[in-house]
């Protein structure tokens, strides 16, 4: 039923590749001060592109960092809502001298276009814009009710994105978000994240004398504030790492069995991971479905960073009056930041070696982890789409890093939230060279186009 | 035998008084190259007082840092040598606001001389100075043949006193080193200390994947260094911080008894022990001979430093790399710090967990434990001696703290050293403030005047 919309994007191409280029030649580094002004012509861009697609509402959202941009085509308030989300914010595109062609200079080599934010997102965001286009201009408008929230600070870890959705969410309300953000899991394989891991984050603190003490004198007779954390580290995991702290994953829902056929399906190789981390491989090496799981499913405690006493060079005989450990733990569905937080404080607290003090202090609130229901028909849609396109059944992965959005949307606005990117993880995000699929633009947009009009029955 | 002496430097008092304030005077800070000129002049002014005091020989000895000062008083080769032993250097004065008086310009109040460098070590090195000025002037010579080693970097290290005295161990024969460094551990109780740990310094770096990695992306399944180090950390003590490296003190030997007669006889204050170090009481506190014991004669295995990932402000969702703990272990006599080393890396090989790498870098050769022979002939002079002065029989005490010139003397010379000093450990030597007891100054002129005629027999 989308022929008309798909012909009049395939007939585009070659001006949609260079809306594309213009869009990447803007420097909108979210994190860095100096790109503030490119960062507000990138929303503009934006901006204007919602108003070629004739969206009658279209506005600059004000926060406290960049702007949002909002806008809205209600072609009937019968129709199903669906809320396109994205960002037009880039990564930093240091190291500079890494890039072949500089990163604000977009260069297409071998159907690849080559810049920094091309694929992390604005690649996967024109996507939506185009095919919203293609409906006004095929159709006169598009075939169920769109709204759009682009925000421009995901890749400073969003800081005024869900107050902006909380004090929006009546304007917000939808049946259904859709992300143009979230990259797909591998190339040679499509996939759709259904669950990502929720995210705590603390710093431990051992205080013993309250002053550095000489290691000669004092040595054996005064409290070592490392040697007693580390004791403490050491009894929150087994010898396996898993985590030991009673009550840590007591209220863990299981996943998706999906999830679980994918990491049973994939055929993960275990010796090629720890090979690309550059890491020993493990003797004996644990199998890949394990390894699957313990990084889609399983709640991590990770230790980020430890600190304590003399660390120039060489060597300095004192006893260290303190030393701290910045803790992270990935939450899977059904855990509680609070509970978790008060688990491992329970713990700590309980270990804590007599004669000295211990500080545990929460960075933030956290947030829960993100899991769809399972039976949500948006997602089989979505799934029956991709079949169609790539010729294979996406399947459902989970993610082992944060997507705060998805759990976001769900606490405001009470929807799901279906990533359909078609950005895939080794387009070099975060790093030199990042490039985008210039195939993934072109399926992308058929994808999008028929996502519309599936969702409207 | 001495009453002409002790008379002679009695009627000297004010006079000497005046001449360590004319010391102290001087900034003979060595760890800062801006008091180059300043240490030199205080070596020059060593060996005026030793010209004073007429030794045939006084040369100052170029090193590749501050000068020592060499001087000699053969009387008769068949009578007993003694090599006296001092350093002219101080340590830097900051903080400086927190002084009373200017550390360098001497301040008397209550019988205490206020500078710094009075008490460490130029009011105690000033006393057998002072002494052989009076044998000198009385009866024209010493009762004894006296040599003179006196450093210009014992507050830097002494990293080339070692080689000095390799270089002029001919020169330096003797019977006896007796160092007028070394204060006495408490004011209140004469002391001898007849035995100090020795020292061995390590690092330890433990690594993973070859760069730092997102936590949330690959947290559960890539190897976390700063994790697997604290769990090879905690298994080199037991819960009471014993050290459970096998092999570790295995050659320890039994200390000398008398030490151990001091410490159960001395009624240490265990609690007030831990409130002047600014620590909880630990519960159950350990009672007193319990504590010294470990902090004179266990040794150690202390972790001085720790880092690893990210310590800056906040939270970072990394995985580090790599992380790393500097240690040093305080050795008991018998202790080689070779075989020490080789058990504590068999150890920590065997602890390793699969999938790291471990990197264990020694800093330095490290040095034994020094421990006097206890039927030395000379210790139980020294002993007679301060009981007659000080109407106190002085406790025989070991030092936590690594005293290394008592073994560079037993290594090259091949002979003991007795710590005569006159200094007390209150006198915040090594803080603002520091001061040396006018008392000090003169029960330790009559000490080291018996001293001179005892040993001379």
Known sequence: MTKDVENWLAAQDAATIETLKDFCRIPSVSTDPAFAADVRRAAQ?????????????VELVETD????IFAEWIVDPAKP???????????????????????FEPDIRNDRLYARGASDDKGSLLIPLMVARAYAAVHGAPPLNLKFLIEGEE???????????????????????????????????????????GMLAMELTVRGASKDLHSGRHGGSAPNPVRALARMMASLHDDDGRVTVPGFADAATPPDPAIIDAINDVAFDVADYFDSIGAPRPDPLPDGPALLTRQWLVPTLEFNGISGGYAGQGTKTVIPSEAAVKITCRLVAGQDPDAVFAAIRDHLTAVRPAGYTMDLHRHGPGSKAFALDPDMPGLAVAEEILTDIMGTRPLRVA?????????????HLDVGTIFFSFSTSDEDYHAPNEFYRLSSLRSGQIAWARLFDRLAL
């Open 155 to 197: 890749e400073s870890g969003s800081p005024h994105f869900a107050p902006t959705v909380a004090a929006m969410a009546d304007r917000l309300a939808c049946d259904l978000v859709v992300s143009a953000d979230g990259a797909m899991w591998r190339a040679d394989l499509p996939s759709i994240t259904v669950a990502s891991r």
């Open 65 to 68: 960092g960049h702007p949002c």
């Open 399 to 411: 993610m082992g890093a944060t997507i705060p959005i998805g759990a976001v949307f769900a606490a």
């Open 45 to 57: 861009f934006v901006v204007d592109r919602l108003t070629d697609a004739q969206l009658p509402t």
């Open 81 to 103: 809502t669906i809320l396109i989300y994205g960002h037009y914010d880039v990564q930093p595109p240091d190291p500079l001298g890494k890039w072949q062609t500089p990163p």
